[in-house]
């Protein structure tokens, strides 16, 4: 397991807290028809974007994780890892969501029935990284027997069927070059979650598992995977900034700067201590960082002259650092407090 792997998972948080704060401050101040200087836009869209590494990177160390734990296993004592794994990622999941679902009921008086619930339950609302992590903690002890035999067919396998996928899901872009019937092919539930970030989880079981290979392969190339990923992030940015139209290049990035990240050394990364602080917790920050940025945008419309939504560079770094850092006290405390397991049960 490389040792800047914990602090990368820290910054899969951070930028999943950046992203979700912009989106939803943008949101916000859009319903209560404010307007936000165009610069401040495109400051913020720009930063936003950083996002779309978040997600790949989760996959991946998860992948690598378990890797990791399956060490001198063979299959039937990898699959034995397999309940553990998914309750720890169920429960949280199942408490946050409905704590969700609840919070949306008060503030915004949004409500569905109970087969309503339950639909966003399995789908994975407000968090679709989820269901995925379920479907290929299940798939795990597969890929990694399967992967230390052939590797690259795996690899090409899960890059062949998001390839699919993508062009299935987005006639707008690859026009209708794909049968209505090969729909059959799409996986219910996390068709759209594949077609984003299908290929991250195998990769990062294939990286586990040839680690050093991939270290020695990656490093002659980290000069131009560097290059690639700033101008492939550059066209993204354009993209969502509207000067340009490509938007499958959010879907490719993530590969190329995944892949540059694997060679960096945990002495590279600013603050790494921190970073690895926030990543024992990045499970339990993922489920609840909706709910609280929600809350303080309310509180901030309720309590403050709506205007103050213009002012949105300052309002997202202040949204931003509570919303960072009042979950990861309280999940401190209620692990210092109540105990290893009771923590688990709660965040994961």
Known sequence: MSRHFPALRGIAILLVIINHSVTLGLQFARNQEITVPLWQKFILISIKELGIFAVP??????????????????????????????MYIALPYLIWSLLYYLLEYVLFNKQQTIIGYAKSLIVGYPNNFVPLLFFFTLLAPFLIWISRKAAWLVFLLFLSYQSFLVVLLRPDIFGEIIPNWADIFALPIIRLPIALWGIFYPLGIIYGLNSEDFKKQIGKLSTFVFVITLLMFGLAVSTQLGFISFPIIEII???????????????????????????????????????????????????????????????????????????????????????RLSYRVLFG
């Open 57 to 86: 990177l989760f996959l991946f160390l998860a992948a690598s994780y378990f890797v990791y734990a399956a060490q001198g296993k063979n299959l039937k004592s990898m699959f034995r890892l397999i309940p553990n794994n998914l």
């Open 253 to 339: 990035t993530p590969l190329f700067g995944l892949l540059g990240l694997l060679v960096i050394n945990r002495d590279q990364i600013p603050f790494a201590r921190f970073f690895e602080r926030l990543g024992k917790r990045s499970y339990g920050l993922y489920l609840i960082n909706l709910m609280i940025i929600n809350i303080l945008y309310f509180l901030l419309i309720a309590i403050c002259f709506k205007q103050i939504l213009s002012f949105q560079i300052l309002i997202v770094i202040v949204v931003g650092a509570i919303t960072l850092f009042l979950p990861l006290l309280f999940m401190e405390g209620i692990e210092k407090k109540a105990g």
